[in-house]
């Protein structure tokens, strides 16, 4: 019988195991029993180990996060993998059009940045939407008139940098609750 979720089973795991996890674009695949796999860097009695939360399929939200800010990206994919989101991501707006064109990505949620280099978030969202994408959309800016744009551009919320964890899931899930209400 598998855990239930949100169980969590320590596991030894070797040191390239874990970079590879943290520094990975996407978060771990399915396992033999459907569930996630998400993994946080710790070490007990000097040992490198990880803790290993694992989710049920709920859980697998998929989130595509674009921001030019490479810190920013690895740091909101670490957080939204430990929380169980399926996390992809770019630091280009013209990749990001390009592989929600392509199908490569089919997010149900996408978190843009407002100012990027080439496309700026909202011209993004709407080549996005164009090209047939679905998928919620939170503006994430440090302006301070983040909201007016947002609403003016179709984004379905907005989320003010810097922001706590709990405010970052919150917007998340106001975001997919008013696409689906559409």
Known sequence: MPPSPGAFIAASIEQPVIEKILTSAVCLPQTPLGMRTFHRRRQVDGMPIADV????????????????????????????????????????SVDAVARVRDGQVDPDVVLLDHRMPVLTGPAALAQMRAAGMQAAAVLVSAMRDIESVAQAHGFDAHLAKPFSVSQLLQRIDQAISARRAR
Request: hydrophobic fraction near 45%.
């Open 53 to 92: 939360r694992v989710w049920g399929e709920s859980m697998s939200t998929h989130v595509f996060l674009v921001d030019d800010e490479e810190d920013f990206l690895l740091s909101t994919n670490l957080l939204l993998g430990l929380e169980g989101f399926q996390v992809t991501f770019t630091a280009s």
